[in-house]
């Protein structure tokens, strides 16, 4: 059996192919697919579910209570405003902390002084804000825009680099890949859309943009060399081989450390104030390395095999195969 590391070579040498680019229709039918159901799991579940800082809202921090048990606050909220949604999570190992939709300045009072009686706590170790939907609305418009600048910026300084426009299409369909695609897996799982989850989701961004650009500068080097013995397609499939275990290695040792704050430190200790930013940082990881490889590769063979020099340099390089093949027969 080899090892990672023969494995490794093997595919640098070329020695062992993955197809990647051959069967480009299968994988490119498995990214639609997934974009379709990411796109359909908010509208499944009713949408996104908003924090406060996108509703508008008020929020209660109980310090130090003689018990963290947070069914006491739901049951309190039920009891005080019964109408309104609420959301509780423990702050560290020692707070509370109660979201609700938006209050009245009576309802405000009367559920902090109720919350500060059910946790026997002094009342004012019951800290509350407020937060505007228009504040929301601003955050809202001011990541979209974020959003729109960096994919603008990110297909100028590619197509610079690499001299080619075609490439930053596929960096670009490969970004917005990776976008839809963790954002539907948040949603699926149900956690609160909230704007640490937003800056997880540009930061995935910021990753995939790394580990597209070290694909492709190989894949440029590959596809340079007119005298070469490669077709486009294969030449396009031997760089994404050649990085592969790369890619993998540094996936890994990125998503570990987000594993472990989202696995151990959420799920094990209860710090669920790093929920929604983990979650989106570590789906983001996986899907990003899944995109560079099975769609942004092969979407760029796709764009350039049909460009007249490369179909020519591709036909005159399967005909003298072809020719070597009848004479060794």
């Known amino acids: 059996m080899r090892t990672m590391n023969q494995l490794g070579n093997d595919l640098y040498t070329g020695k062992t192919s993955i197809p990647f680019v051959a069967r480009r229709k299968l994988w490119f039918i498995i990214a639609i697919a997934l974009v379709a159901l990411s796109i359909l799991a908010p509208v499944v579940r009713g949408g996104f579910t908003l924090s406060i800082e996108f509703t508008g809202g008020a929020k209660f921090t109980i310090s130090n209570p003689s018990t963290t048990d947070q069914e ?3 049951n309190t909220v039920e009891d005080v405003v019964p109408e309104a949604e609420s959301t509780v999570t423990v702050i560290g190992e020692r707070d509370v902390q109660v979201q609700t939709s938006t209050l009245t300045n009576e309802e405000s009072r009367a559920l902090a002084a ?5 946790y026997d706590v002094p009342a004012d170790e019951v800290t ?3 937060v505007g939907p228009t504040w929301g609305a601003d955050v809202t418009k001011q990541s979209l825009w974020g959003l729109a600048i960096f994919l603008a910026l990110t297909f100028l300084i590619l197509a610079i680099y690499f ?3 075609k490439m930053s299409v596929a960096a670009i369909v490969g970004l917005v890949d990776v976008l ?3 954002v539907g897996v948040y949603s699926a799982a149900g956690f609160q859309l909230s704007p640490s989850a937003v800056i997880g989701f540009l930061t995935i961004l910021a990753y995939s943009l790394y580990d597209t650009t070290v694909v492709f500068d190989k894949i440029r080097e590959n596809t340079e060399d007119e005298e070469g013995s490669l077709t ?6 031997l760089g994404v081989n050649q990085t592969l275990v ?3 290695n540094t996936s890994v040792v990125a998503a570990l450390p987000v594993a472990a704050i989202l696995f151990i430190g959420v799920f094990g200790f209860g710090a669920e104030t790093l929920s929604d930013i983990s979650l989106s940082i570590f789906v983001g990881i996986i899907v990003a390395t899944y995109s560079t490889i099975f769609v942004a590769a092969p979407l760029y063979s796709l764009i350039r095999e049909k460009e007249p020099k490369i179909a020519q340099r ?3 390089i399967l005909a003298a195969r072809r020719k070597a093949a009848g004479d060794d027969a």
Request: aromatic share 10%; no cysteine.
């Open 128 to 130: 509350d804000s407020f």
């Open 163 to 165: 001299r080619t426009w």
């Open 180 to 182: 839809i695609v963790t």
């Open 232 to 237: 486009f397609g294969e030449a396009v499939n």
């Open 246 to 248: 790369r890619s993998i």
């Open 72 to 74: 006491i606050a739901t």
């Open 314 to 316: 591709d036909k005159r």
């Open 114 to 118: 109720a919350l500060a009686e059910a």
